[in-house]
């Protein structure tokens, strides 16, 4: 196991199964990989549909929504302690990696002195190239001890780059020719979904 892709989700079964779509799509040797998705156990939208999630390489843990949103890195330490692999990718479920290969680049790199980074990253019409600090990060399972305890710090994706480039000096490894899309939504119906 080479690196295992956390997916919390929330009611968005259609996009979900998109986000996990793409990974398979991208991905090099399907050996190297786990899908690894959190769940909330009062979500009919996702529980109804169970099946379609349930193939191999893709593990499933549901549990209490708790805060919803503001417990979004609950969840992904929820998923990271469930995972031997040494790398994680934060993921959300309403993206979807485009490009090949991303795993063969990963396999020869340290777990130490380097946070990864997709080349490009598309939000909406906009696209970045080698953006450090950005969205949809690839760090080393357990890379936030000491300074953290088991639970991750939110919002995670900047906490890491914090902790690891501001903090430890490591340097950002771009994945050449791999490029995350972030299909998000407006802002009013992000804020309707968080009520779902």
């Given at each position: 196991?080479?690196?295992?892709?956390?997916?919390?989700?929330?009611?968005?079964?259609?996009?979900?199964?998109?986000?996990?779509?793409?990974?398979?799509?991208?991905?090099?040797?399907?050996?190297?990989?786990?899908?690894?998705?959190?769940?909330?156990?009062?979500?009919?939208?996702?529980?109804?549909?169970?099946?379609?999630?349930?193939?191999?390489?893709?593990?499933?843990?549901?549990?209490?929504?708790?805060?919803?949103?503001?417990?979004?890195?609950?969840?992904?330490?929820?998923?990271?302690?469930?995972?031997?692999?040494?790398?994680?990718?934060?993921?959300?479920?309403?993206?979807?990696?485009?490009?090949?290969?991303?795993?063969?680049?990963?396999?020869?790199?340290?777990?130490?002195?380097?946070?990864?980074?997709?080349?490009?990253?598309?939000?909406?019409?906009?696209?970045?190239?080698?953006s450090e600090?950005?969205?949809?990060p690839i760090?080393?399972?357990?890379?936030?001890?000491?300074?953290?305890?088991?639970?991750?710090?939110?919002?995670?994706?900047?906490?890491?780059?914090?902790?690891?480039?501001?903090?430890?000096?490591?340097?950002?490894?771009?994945?050449?020719?791999?490029?995350?899309?972030?299909?998000?939504?407006?802002?009013?119906?992000?804020?309707?979904?968080?009520?779902?």
């Amino acid at each position: 196991m080479l690196c295992a892709i956390l997916l919390p989700s929330r009611a968005r079964p259609d996009r979900l199964l998109k986000t996990i779509a793409s990974v398979w799509a991208t991905v090099a040797d399907p050996s190297r990989v786990e899908v690894l998705l959190r769940l909330d156990d009062d979500d009919r939208a996702m529980l109804d549909r169970l099946g379609e999630f349930e193939k191999p390489g893709t593990r499933i843990i549901v549990g209490p929504r708790g805060r919803g949103y503001p417990d979004l890195n609950k969840m992904y330490g929820e998923l990271a302690a469930a995972t031997p692999a040494p790398w994680l990718w934060m993921m959300n479920d309403d993206a979807i990696i485009v490009g090949k290969g991303w795993d063969e680049q990963l396999v020869p790199l340290p777990t130490t002195g380097l946070l990864v980074q997709p080349e490009m990253y598309q939000l909406g019409f906009s696209r970045y190239a080698n953006s450090e600090g950005g969205a949809f990060p690839i760090f080393p399972n357990k890379c936030w001890r000491p300074e953290w305890t088991d639970e991750l710090v939110d919002p995670l994706d900047a906490k890491i780059d914090e902790l690891l480039r501001g903090q430890r000096g490591w340097k950002t490894h771009f994945l050449p020719g791999i490029e995350v899309v972030h299909d998000r939504d407006d802002d009013a119906s992000l804020e309707a979904h968080r009520t779902l």
